[in-house]
């Protein structure tokens, strides 16, 4: 049975963890804001802008752009969006299961962002080419280069398709670790509360506008793609954030309450301890005095 002093020292070191833990809480809630509003206000442009690429990809001519098919090779690149720091619960072990378990069929390269992505894959002995460190919060200048790295990979004709790993965030206390095809143009699924198993509905030509292009089709998409590829792996980026920095402020509010619920356990044990312990002197005095008599 540990004695008072034990128990004095615990709730001295639970109250210091609990301290910290609240402190960590705070600052993410504070980021938290700003990474949701910052992947929320994105959203919408890609969204449109893959839905208006895949609606072209359906009409173009064979051949318009290697954007639109897929690359010669049968190896394929993946993006894993991960965090640098850990303390944010199960988000970067769930994400990593799914890249793992995604059944992905060739030879299989890496491409990370995050410190937690690059120690994971190099524990499981995964075959990684490149890491970029991306600070927080994430500017579109320093993503900008990954994007470009994917591209000139793919443009190489070694790679059949280029996926992203990252964290979609759904809400504060949702955050589901997805895996999206950037090249060849797919439909690409960005938050929101979807089926994200669901797999996309073909695209209806008689739906299709008409477009027209100037100069011509080649020209347009030699400047747009690129763009779209810049744009949607920033967005899915800002979205990996969004649910790092929820899932820490859930994950430090959940470990200072269950430290506030032991030192209420603590205490009480002590408080029995030192119950016993009076009652036993008091105990002690009686029968010294009745000893006496």
Do not use: W
Request: proline content about 4%; aromatic content about 6%; glycine content about 4%.
């Amino acid at each position: 049975m540990p004695s008072t002093r034990d128990i004095r020292r615990r709730i001295k070191s639970v109250k210091n963890t609990a301290q910290i833990t609240k402190a960590m809480q705070l600052v993410a809630a504070a980021k938290m804001k700003k990474a949701q509003d910052q992947a929320a206000n994105g959203r919408a442009y890609a969204e449109l802008m893959n839905k208006i690429l895949v609606s072209l990809k359906t009409s173009a001519e064979e051949g318009v752009h290697p954007y639109f098919s897929e690359g010669t090779g049968d190896k394929i690149l993946v993006l894993v969006v991960a965090t640098d720091k850990g303390l944010c619960g199960a988000l970067n072990t769930n994400l990593l299961k799914k890249v793992v378990n995604a059944n992905l069929e060739g030879e299989v390269e890496f491409v990370t962002i995050g410190r937690k992505a690059t120690q994971g894959l190099s524990r499981l002995r995964k075959n990684l080419i490149a890491d970029f460190p991306i600070k927080d919060p994430a500017k579109f200048v320093e993503v900008r280069p990954v994007a470009k790295f994917l591209q000139e990979k793919f443009l190489t004709g070694e790679y059949k398709k280029v996926l992203v790993a990252f964290n979609n965030f759904i809400n504060t206390v949702t955050q589901i670790p997805s895996m999206e095809q950037v090249l060849p143009v797919n439909p690409v699924t960005l938050g929101g509360k979807r089926n994200f198993d669901e797999t996309s509905k073909e695209v209806d030509p008689a739906n299709i506008p008409d477009y027209v292009f100037e100069p011509d089709a080649a020209t347009v998409f030699e400047t747009v793609l690129p763009q779209y590829v810049n744009s949607t792996v920033f967005q899915m980026i800002l979205e990996a954030r969004a649910s790092e920095h929820s899932s820490r402020m859930v994950a430090m509010k959940n470990a200072t309450d269950n430290a506030k619920q032991m030192l209420k356990d603590l205490s009480l044990e002590y408080n029995k301890l030192r119950q016993a312990a009076i009652t036993n002197e008091l105990l002690e005095i009686t029968t010294a005095k009745m000893a006496l008599e």
